[in-house]
């Protein structure tokens, strides 16, 4: 859709949010947004609409090869939910505002808490490929802030406080459905890169020194926007490869697809527990 002179980005969110409700004119819950090779937790929703992101006004377009570019409205869990089949990185030359674009339109759309997934590497040395790390703090290392510039009053405050940015009782429920599943579940701080490179040995030591357990990178900058309107998030990493010394290798994105392979089913059973309690 061609922009209209002087329209603002919230003019924007609005356009976007009133085609899709034209599509789909129902209260929706849950927001979900899939990771790198992420998107098998699709085949569990009863889809009743799918809408390619070109199709949206003013939506970004996935440009990873991995991402399919689909939002995707239907149930999940007794759950009305909406569903990304893929992101949008920074890496890819978006602006912050642009990468963080749906989760303000699915906000709009009535979602009271919102679940991202993430494929990223392992900096602790107790993970293996396949493990999944429940987020439960972060360390912002992207160039931009997706709260750069004027505040959107109509969202969220000036400053908001991000000593909690991961529901923490989101965090517990989710361990202990790794726990009663026998699955290999570790909590962890999530450290997000500009990317589109993998790091060196030296930055993985940083990384790891300065708190990390996974890297990855992407995830941070839609759960800032999510906390500036107060929504809750629940985060959770596929650890597609090893970055602590002795593991590290040279990686390739079919490897790091076979590893989000073996942990998406274990990552999908945890986000269908989970969205049943919320």
């Not at 034209?22 to 809408?51: A, K, M, R, S, W």
């Not at 070109?54 to 995707?72: A, N, R």
């Not at 699915?106 to 991202?116: A, N, S, T, W």
């Not at 990552?267 to 049943?276: F, G, T």
């Amino acid at each position: 859709m061609k922009e209209e002179p002087n329209m603002t980005y919230s003019d924007q969110i609005k356009q976007a949010f009133e085609y899709i409700r034209q599509q789909f004119d129902c209260p929706l819950e849950v927001g979900i947004i899939l990771g790198t090779g992420l998107g098998q937790l699709i085949h569990n929703i009863e889809i009743q609409i799918e809408i390619p992101y070109q199709e949206i006004p003013f939506f970004p377009v996935s440009t990873v090869e991995s991402h399919k570019g689909k939002l995707i409205i239907g149930k999940l869990s007794g759950k009305s939910v909406v569903a990304m089949q893929g992101r949008f990185h920074y890496y890819e030359g978006y602006s912050m505002k642009e990468v963080t674009f749906p989760v303000r339109v699915m906000k709009m759309l009535g979602i009271r808490q919102l679940f991202v997934s993430n494929a990223a590497g392992g900096l602790n040395p107790k993970f293996e490929v396949g493990d999944l790390m429940v987020i439960h703090d972060h360390i912002d290392l992207f160039p931009e802030n997706p709260l750069r510039g004027k505040n959107l009053n109509e969202f969220g405050v000036r400053f908001p406080d991000m000593s909690e940015p991961y529901d923490l009782s989101l965090v517990e429920s989710a361990m202990k459905i790794g726990e009663a599943h026998q699955l290999r579940v570790h909590q962890g701080v999530y450290a997000g890169v500009q990317g589109p490179n993998l790091e060196t040995k030296a930055e993985y030591k940083y990384l790891r020194i300065i708190g990390g357990d996974a890297v990855g990178m992407s995830t941070i900058p839609e759960v800032i926007v999510a906390r500036h309107m107060d929504l809750p998030v629940f985060a959770i990493s596929a650890i597609t490869d090893l970055c602590y010394p002795g593991k590290i290798k040279k990686v390739r994105i079919e490897e790091v697809l076979a590893g989000a392979a073996k942990a998406e089913p274990r990552m999908s059973l945890i986000i269908r527990e989970l969205v049943k309690l919320v």
